[in-house]
Each structure stands twice: as structure tokens, then as C-alpha cells.
């Protein structure tokens, strides 16, 4: 009776042993886990910098480096595709289009841009839907080269008409603005100027229309001489406030029809007073006035 005790006593002390020992088992296997997450957190992750966009990048868009920031990323999700700070110089990119639209924050991959001089490169300038045109021009109706692509121009057309076909007839001028709005491409084949440098000389200028509107042009250089009248950076005061402060405004619209005239008889009081020698008298009417210009 008594061994049978302890056979029973030994054998209650071999499961409570066994049991003690599972348990203790459980407990360990359940805080590795929790030991190697902390042990990771602890450490620090390296990181590198790479290049995104400081703000939205609209496709055809002119860029510079202020148009980007370096931002800190973890080394282990950089990849090939990513601009590395230590290895890529930013200034490398001024002068570059976007061939596509890039978000504000979103790292910037090379392949999206095109350098002067590139194959395929003033068609990746173009905006969906509009025509590149060539316009003759001179110091004086270019602004004497102090316009540079991706400035905004407006287009003068000055014109010479006679009033009949008589060679005593008399001639009268106008100027029409016929576009505003107009976004310069290129100076001659300059498609990006150098900095300090101007376009004096150039003989061309490559403006962005809509198709339609190349066609307004092309019939207003036969009648006429092309000037540009450069446009500001701002529409307005709040815009030019947070181009000082941003360095960056909304992407201007397309081009549209101009809607003012002037004649000769508007810019010099002599054809409206002088009446000139022949006598003769040219009347001019807008809307709903006439106006008499020369004679007696």
C-alpha cells in the first residue's frame, strides 16, 4: 500500500515537472518575438536622399532646380529609378521638360524629362492639342532679345492700307493685337537660354497656338509685321505674392484671339486734324460711331 503511494506520489511529481516545463517553453517561445520587434525599433534604419517634386510638374514644362527639394528616404526602398543626392547633380536638370505630368512629392525619375537638343524634344514642349509656328522677327518687334522660352507674349500685327487702288490714294496704318496669351518655345533654334545671356539676334521666334490659330497668323504676317509685347509672370497681385513667395504660380491658360485695334488717326493727332494734301477723307467706323479722318 504504501509503494503504491509512492509510485503515485512520483509519477503526480514527473507531470507537474513535465507540465512546469511545457509552460516554461510557451512562455519563452511568446517573448522572442516580441524581444526581436523591439530590438529592430531600436535600431536605426540608414537613409539616403533623393530628389522629388516641390510642386505639381505640368507635361511641356520648362523645369529648373527650384522646382525640386531633396527629401530623406530609407535606403532599403531606393531603387535604381531614384535621383540620389550623393551620386546626381540637380543643376543637371534646369533647362529639361517634363515629358509627363509629375505630382508635388513624388520622386523624380530621369526618364521623365528631355534635354535640349534630344530627338522628339520641342514635340515633348508642346501641349496636347496645339501646333508649333515660326514667326519672323527683329530687335525691334522681339523685345530686342530680352525673351526667353516659357515667357508669355502677346502678337501685334502693324499693317499698311490704301484706300482704293489709286496710286494717289492715301495710306493708312493699324495695329491688331491678334493672339495674347502666346507661350515662346524657342529663339531661333535656342530652345534654352544660358543664364546671363539674352536672345539679341535672333532672327525667329517659335510660339505654342492652337491649330486654328496658327492658321490667324500665317495670314497675318502676309497682311502685316509680327511684333511681341511681353506679358508679366502674374495675372494679378495675389498671384505675383505667391510667385515671390513660392516661387511657383498656376499654369497659364492657352492662347486666345485678341479683340483691340488701333488705327493711325488714334496714335498721332496729324491724321485726324492735318487732312494731308489731296483733300481727300477716309471714314472708319467701330460699332456703332463713325469717325471722318482727313479732307477739309
Avoid at 518575438?33 to 511641356?60: C, F, M, N, W, Y
Wanted: aromatic content about 6%.
Amino acid at each position: 500500500m504504501i509503494i503504491r503511494k509512492i509510485i503515485l506520489i512520483f509519477i503526480a511529481l514527473i507531470l507537474s515537472g513535465g507540465t512546469a516545463f511545457l509552460a516554461k517553453s510557451w512562455l519563452d517561445a511568446n517573448k522572442r518575438p516580441h524581444q526581436s520587434a523591439q530590438s529592430v525599433a531600436t535600431s536605426p534604419q540608414r537613409e539616403v536622399e533623393i530628389l522629388i517634386a516641390k510642386a505639381d510638374i505640368p507635361l511641356g514644362k520648362f523645369v529648373t532646380e527650384s522646382d525640386f527639394i531633396w527629401q530623406e528616404w530609407p535606403e532599403d526602398y531606393a531603387s535604381d529609378h531614384h535621383l540620389i543626392k550623393d551620386n546626381f547633380k540637380i543643376e543637371t536638370l534646369n533647362g529639361q521638360v517634363a515629358r509627363k505630368e509629375i505630382s508635388a512629392g513624388e520622386p523624380v525619375n530621369i526618364q521623365k524629362f528631355i534635354r535640349p537638343g534630344e530627338r522628339g524634344f520641342l514635340a515633348a514642349v508642346l501641349k496636347p492639342g496645339h501646333r508649333a509656328l515660326s514667326i519672323p522677327i527683329s530687335e525691334e518687334t522681339g523685345i530686342n532679345g530680352l525673351v526667353f522660352p516659357g515667357d508669355r507674349v502677346d502678337l501685334i500685327a502693324s499693317m499698311t492700307i490704301k484706300e482704293d487702288e489709286d496710286k494717289k490714294a492715301r495710306k493708312r496704318h493699324a495695329s491688331e493685337t491678334v493672339m495674347t496669351n502666346v507661350r515662346v518655345l524657342a529663339l531661333g533654334t535656342t530652345l534654352n537660354t544660358p543664364e546671363g545671356e539674352t536672345n539679341k539676334g535672333s532672327k525667329t521666334v517659335t510660339v505654342e497656338l492652337k491649330p486654328n490659330q496658327v492658321e490667324i497668323i500665317a495670314v497675318a504676317k502676309v497682311y502685316g509685321k509680327i511684333s511681341l509685347s511681353l506679358r508679366p509672370l502674374a495675372k494679378n497681385e495675389d498671384e505675383l505674392q505667391e510667385l515671390i513667395e513660392t516661387g511657383n504660380i498656376e499654369a497659364d491658360e492657352s492662347p486666345a484671339k485678341g479683340d483691340s485695334f488701333t488705327w493711325d488717326y488714334e496714335a498721332t493727332q496729324v491724321f485726324r486734324f492735318g487732312g494731308g494734301s489731296t483733300g481727300e477723307s477716309l471714314v472708319i467706323s467701330r460699332g456703332n460711331t463713325s469717325v471722318k479722318v482727313g479732307g477739309e
